[in-house]
């Protein structure tokens, strides 16, 4: 059969186009999930071991950090080592004074072993590392990170604005290789799961039971795997702690062992590949042959992806796959066209229900509407009527409806005018987000923007509520900021477009705050991070600090602030020092000197939730001090 050429044409342009979307990030997170599956453990690696804070350490020599002299120990016993890497952030003082760090500068100082601390880039291009006392006598890597969207560790940066990572000036000073030819950037080579690199308790070095042999001209990383000190990643190869990410990719860089990409590798053989679905398709007329002649192409693929892994070289396996069925199923549509010249096919456009907004992103980028989502950085606001249950007990059903929905319909339009997706109602609470589908670079300014009109609007609404003989009600408003799952959550038939997450149930700890500290509005650090000084000055937000606690369900402490409305803000900005002072005597664990600003603070303004909250705290630890004060209050509630 001859086809005509016009479809000759747009045949041949089927794995040109396949492959040029090899450009694209289509399928990525696919393609690295299949990629996942290809590593292969060549070798045992035996040139680095990793001294491990494990729970048994801290068990043995307590609670983490430990002091100083315990790490100057362990480095005093690594005089066989060729090079030691300590992955701990040493940037503030030891509790035990500076004696402490003495003994660990010390020790670093006089050690013939050259050691390498961590330090930390900050998203500002600042450098956070170890005190100065520590900092002179040691050398520093930045220890930083990266993760996909997915969550995995698979690439590293080896340089970061010119300045060697972790892992690069370990393998730097233990071969004396100083120069910067390593690449910029670079994809882990893993060796195995967890605990394939050597690893050892960090009381067994103390207690010098590690056999010499296995220490004498190694390199060294001392770092957490206990699973309660979080500094855990999760691998193609399963979850791993982050000294043994770090451990490997030393291994990769002293054996040279990098995985690399190619795009015109990959066009190349997404481009073949589709050729070759054509001409399956074209030479096998039936549809069994044309399957099997499609399953033996994508076998061939996958071959020889496999083998070019081995060498090094990541070759897009998901791509060829599509071009091949791609090519193949666009031949036999071609076919069945020329012979028909009748077949159409229909498209069933979507059903669910979706915001307007959403609908309009979808619209632009359909392949959107499925179930799933993408990491965003989005701002989310909870909030919530105080006193909810008392106030409907007083209403008949059809009075709280109105009630409700009158009040429910002056915050989303507020939320609305501030760019805000509304996500759901909760009886009497809101979830609203910002940030996405469309983006948003200022979404924790339109968030805290929001929060501020909703409790203006209130006060107009309890005006209103006072005209009509209702009674007054009050809101809390909780807001945070950071990294999160948005898109399609649900199943097939019926799903809802909002956002899932840790930070998401952070904002929502937040708003329940409120009413313990009597406020309208709690909001996280990220939020206030996320808004430049010249936007708070600008749409006059002020804030101030009020507290460093753990919420429920998280380890981390999370200092929070208020946002004040602007006639709070003018009725404390004459205290605020004072206020300030006395946080800063709260944090510091000094009891009697806190009790006497904010009693000094709550003479000349009364009624101040967070003043009063602390106070009645301090005096309670001034005879009962908490174990291990760190100045974070835990949360026993939601």
């Not at 503030?92 to 961590?118: K, N, Q, Y």
């Not at 605990?195 to 590690?210: G, K, V």
């Not at 952070?506 to 996320?530: F, G, H, M, P, W």
Request: charged share 20%.
């Amino acid at each position: 059969m001859r086809l005509p050429m016009r479809q000759r044409i747009l045949l041949g342009c089927v794995p040109l186009v396949v492959a040029l979307l090899t450009w694209t990030s289509i399928f990525r997170h696919a393609r690295d999930g299949v990629t996942d599956l290809l590593f292969d453990f060549r070798y045992t690696p035996n040139d680095v071991v990793v001294i491990a804070i494990d729970e048994h350490s801290i068990q043995t020599i307590g609670q983490w950090p430990w002091p100083r002299a315990v790490m100057a120990s362990a480095v005093s016993q690594l005089s066989s080592a060729k090079a030691i890497g300590i992955d701990v952030n040493y940037k503030e003082p030891s509790r035990l004074g500076t004696s402490d760090d003495r003994a660990l500068a010390t020790a670093l100082r006089t050690s013939r072993v050259p050691v390498v601390l961590a330090s930390e880039l900050q998203p500002d291009n600042t450098i956070i590392g170890p005190i100065p006392t520590l900092a002179v006598v040691s050398r520093q890597g930045l220890a930083n990170m990266t993760v996909d969207a997915d969550g995995v560790a698979r690439t590293v940066s080896l340089w970061r604005t010119g300045i060697p990572t972790f892992a690069t000036q370990i393998a730097q000073v233990a071969t004396d290789r100083q120069d910067s030819s390593l690449p910029t950037h670079i994809r882990i080579r893993y060796v195995g799961p967890e605990r394939t690199i050597p690893t050892y308790p960090f009381t067994n070095l103390l207690d010098d039971t590690i056999p010499a042999s296995d220490l004498e001209d190694k390199i060294v990383l001392i770092g957490a795997t206990a699973r309660d000190l979080q500094d855990y990643r999760q691998t193609p190869l399963g979850l791993m702690s982050g000294v043994e990410v770090q451990a490997t990719i030393v291994e990769n860089i002293l054996h040279n062992d990098f995985l690399q990409t190619r795009t015109v590798v990959d066009i190349l053989v997404t481009l073949l590949a589709g050729i070759a679905g054509l001409a399956v398709a074209w030479y096998l007329r039936r549809i069994l042959t044309v399957l099997i002649g499609i399953g033996l192409a994508i076998a061939l693929v996958w071959i020889g992806v496999f083998i070019a892994f081995n060498q090094g070289l990541i070759i897009d396996i998901i791509m060829p796959t599509v071009a091949i069925i791609i090519g193949a199923s666009a031949m036999m549509l071609v076919r069945y066209l020329a012979t028909t010249q009748e077949r159409r096919f229909i498209h069933d456009t979507f059903s669910h229900y979706l915001a307007p907004q959403v609908i309009e992103a979808l619209i632009e980028d359909p392949s959107r509407i499925r179930l799933g989502g993408e990491r965003r950085e989005l701002t989310i606001l909870f909030s919530d009527i105080r006193g909810f249950t008392t106030l409907s007990e007083t209403m008949g059903p059809q009075e709280l409806a109105q009630f409700l929905n009158r009040y429910l319909g002056v915050m989303t339009d507020l939320i609305l005018t501030h760019r805000g997706v509304i996500d759901k109602y909760i009886g009497d609470a809101i979830m609203a987000f910002w940030g996405a589908p469309l983006d948003d670079d200022k979404h924790a300014l339109h968030g805290v923007l929001s929060a501020l009109s909703m409790v203006s609007g209130l006060e107009k609404f309890n005006a209103e509520n006072q005209t009509l003989g209702l009674a007054k009600i009050d809101v809390g408003i909780g807001l945070n900021a950071g990294a999160v799952t948005v898109g399609n959550m649900g199943s097939e038939k019926r799903f809802d477009y909002t956002v899932i997450g840790d930070e998401v149930n952070l904002a929502s700890r937040l708003e329940s705050l409120t009413k313990t500290y009597s406020v309208n509005i709690i909001v996280s650090e990220n939020v206030l991070s996320a808004i430049t000084p010249e936007d708070r000055i600008a749409h006059k937000i002020v804030s101030r600090e009020i507290d460093r606690v753990r919420v429920k369900g998280k380890h981390q402490p999370v200092t929070i602030f208020e946002i004040l409305a602007p006639a709070k803000a003018m009725r404390l900005k004459a205290h605020m020092e004072i206020f300030a002072s006395a946080l800063a005597h709260y944090y510091a664990g000094h009891w009697s000197d806190a009790i006497n600003a904010l009693e000094t603070f709550l003479s000349e303004v009364e009624h101040d939730g967070p003043a009063r909250l602390l106070l009645e705290r301090c005096q309670e630890f001034v005879n009962d001090t908490p174990i291990n004060w760190d100045g974070a209050f835990e949360m026993k509630h939601k």
